[in-house]
């Protein structure tokens, strides 16, 4: 099963990701992980993404593409996989859907987990990040054991960069501007399907499990 999961910054997909992960056995492909993992290690990959990351705005396509095209070409994919933060631009979306032609393979869901933006700039600011494992809370929704710190590692959490507001407004306009048009593109390839994304996280798991099925 070959998922990708749509939405604007914050709507929750990598949360759903990790889920359908889990319960279905496939690799979650986050490419904001990757490239925050590249990041903490001082890769040149990590240097030049950052400098986007940081106002806002996305990472050019050039360095985004292969990354991904390379890592769904690998054996644990054979069964699947849920492709979280990409594709978000139209080419995109083409370059994976050429690289997937090749392979003999398609993509089965493009999931858009809908949330309006005056409930993303509230979320955002609630994020909180662990700065070690890159674990992801949320003081209201997700909120860690002790306040502050990773359940995971035991690390401090931080409001990431990119989630404080003035980024997240700006984030939002590169949403619309550059990734929503994704929707009509899976639209038209009848692979689109929609979830409430303000409903809390079981009810829109269980609305996405109820789509792919058992
Ligand atoms: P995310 O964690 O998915 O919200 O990604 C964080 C940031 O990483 C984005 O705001 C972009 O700057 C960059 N990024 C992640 N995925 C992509 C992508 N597919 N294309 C371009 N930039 C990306």
Do not use: W
């Amino acid at each position: 099963m070959k998922i990708i999961m749509l939405g604007a910054p914050g709507a929750g997909k990598g949360t759903q990701a990790k889920m359908i992960s889990d319960k279905y056995g496939i690799p979650h492909i986050s490419t904001g992980d990757i490239f925050r993992a590249n990041i903490k290690n001082g890769t040149e990959l990590g240097k030049k993404a950052k400098t986007y990351m940081d106002q806002g705005l996305l990472v050019p396509d050039e360095l985004v593409v292969d990354l991904v095209v390379d890592r769904v070409a690998q054996d644990d994919c054979e069964k699947g996989y849920v492709l979280d933060g990409f594709p978000r631009t139209i080419p995109q979306a083409e370059a994976l859907d050429a690289a997937l032609a090749k392979l003999g393979s398609k993509v089965d869901y493009a999931v858009n987990v809908e949330v309006p933006d005056e409930n993303i700039i509230t979320r955002m600011s609630g994020r909180r990040a662990c700065v070690s494992c890159g674990a992801t809370y949320h003081i209201v929704h997700i909120p860690t054991k002790v306040e502050g710190i990773c359940d995971r590692c035991g690390a401090k959490l931080i409001l990431r960069d990119d989630d404080k507001p003035e980024t997240v407004k700006k984030r939002l306009a590169v949403y619309h501007e550059q990734t929503q048009p994704l929707i009509d593109y899976y639209t038209k390839q009848n692979v689109l399907v929609e979830v409430d994304g303000t409903k809390d996280m079981e009810e829109v798991f269980a609305a996405i499990c109820n789509i792919l099925g058992e």
